[in-house]
């Protein structure tokens, strides 16, 4: 009976690496659209969101039949119940990820500077939901700390790109427009990188059974 249980909390942890790498592949798609101003990259971020929409609703089944036939407890209770939490916010990484490429080809044709800032950061934010993934694979909580912590410099890519568009605006306003489609883009990032935090802080919960924000 247990070694079923096993078997199917492993399954478990392969659906949502899938769904995981899934988001990876999402957020780099979106970066390199923008930074090498290909718009034919972005055929690829909308199905990409729609199957991250299937894991969601594939995992969210998978958890609900464990529960309900396993009846698990303690540590095996909280590994489930993080996941189905896991999920939400890896489904909303697939939809910021989308609202980015909804803008790119407003923007791609005119390359800057902050584009590969927002390269940077998008990077950072990649890094971040691999590691709270594996995170979780491994039940390892230095690893899903060290996803919290980098955090930091996501937010400072955003805060320095804020300060370059807003000197942008102030020194050629006829760019206004543009400066504030490449804010919203890194705002978007940005976000992604707190719904990574998110997964790493219910990994933490997974493994300890407290629920400990990054900023605590």
């Known amino acids: 009976m247990r070694s079923r249980f096993d078997e199917q909390l492993s399954n478990l942890s392969k659906e949502l690496t899938t769904m ?5 592949e999402i957020i780099a798609l ?5 930074s090498d101003g290909d718009k034919k990259l972005l055929s690829k971020v909308f199905p990409i969101a729609n199957d991250i929409d299937r894991m969601e609703r594939t995992i969210e089944a ?3 039949r464990l529960l309900l036939q396993q009846q698990p407890v303690a540590r095996d209770l909280r590994q489930i119940s993080a996941a189905l939490k896991m999920i939400t916010d890896m489904e909303r990484i697939g939809d910021q990820a989308a609202d980015i490429a ?4 407003f923007i791609c044709e005119k390359p800057s500077e902050n584009c590969a800032l927002i390269g940077e950061m998008a990077k950072a934010a990649i890094s971040m939901v691999t590691m709270s993934i594996d995170a979780y694979v491994k039940q390892d909580l230095d690893i899903a700390h060290a996803a919290m912590v980098k955090d930091d410099i996501v937010d400072g890519y955003f805060r320095k790109i804020k300060r370059l568009l807003i000197d942008m605006i102030a020194g050629m306003p006829e760019d206004g427009e543009y400066a504030l489609d490449l804010l919203m883009i890194a705002k978007y990032f940005e976000r992604i990188g707190d719904h990574a935090v998110n997964i790493a802080e219910w990994v933490a919960f997974s493994i300890t059974g407290e629920h400990v924000e990054q900023n605590q």
């Open 20 to 24: 995981g790498a899934m988001c990876e």
């Open 30 to 34: 979106t970066s390199k659209a923008l």
């Open 62 to 64: 998978l958890c609900l």
């Open 102 to 105: 909804e803008i790119v080809p």
